[in-house]
């Protein structure tokens, strides 16, 4: 078995056992997965529709907060940009107070401070987006393979304190369940 496949036919059927001492293995041949076959016997039920809805789920909230999250950059670093060329200008540099000094130095960190929060922010973000989008890939090859389609639908309701109510609708061409709606909360 490849140590880079994350997911693989087992790891999204029912069937599939996990234990400390020989890791993944399927429940009814006690063997390692496969990863170059498909399996014939494979149950895809709901644990395979839980990481399928969340991956989906994932995928767009962070495109639906993508514009916000750079945004945030953005002015973060204009921010800090501004802090570093205003303490570089805030005295004349020839005063030689050690206040003074020790004020400009302080706004110049604050300037370098802010530009490290963006760059991390930026970084975390794309991170999570990579992540998530090699997930949806590799189950929608799996998908592929069992020759299982979908189309998901995702519908944005109520934002109370915070709290976004959202249904999430798969349909299915090619597998025993033809649609599935599941209601979801989440912290925004």
């Given at each position: 078995?490849?140590k880079l496949c994350i997911f693989n036919d087992c790891a999204l059927c029912q069937n599939e056992r996990t234990s400390f001492e020989n890791g993944l293995t399927c429940n009814l041949t006690k063997k390692k997965p496969n990863v170059i076959n498909t399996c014939s016997k494979i149950k ?145």
């Amino acid at each position: 078995m490849s140590k880079l496949c994350i997911f693989n036919d087992c790891a999204l059927c029912q069937n599939e056992r996990t234990s400390f001492e020989n890791g993944l293995t399927c429940n009814l041949t006690k063997k390692k997965p496969n990863v170059i076959n498909t399996c014939s016997k494979i149950k895809l039920d709901e644990k395979f529709l839980e990481k399928l809805e969340s991956t989906n789920l994932e995928l767009v909230i962070l495109s639906k907060n993508k514009k916000s999250i750079h945004l945030t950059i953005f002015w973060t670093s204009i921010s800090g940009f501004l802090l570093i060329i205003g303490g570089y200008y805030f005295y004349e540099w020839t005063i030689h107070s050690v206040f003074i000094w020790s004020v400009k130095l302080g706004i110049i960190g604050m300037g370098f401070t802010f530009l490290g929060m963006a760059y991390s922010k930026l970084k975390a973000f794309k991170k999570q987006e990579t992540k998530a989008k090699f997930e949806k890939l590799k189950i929608d090859d799996i998908l592929k393979k069992h020759k299982i389609e979908y189309h998901p639908t995702f519908i944005f309701e109520n934002k109370i304190h915070g709290i976004q109510e959202l249904k999430v609708n798969l349909e299915f061409r090619n597998w025993i369940k033809k649609r599935t709606t599941t209601a979801y909360k989440i912290n925004v």
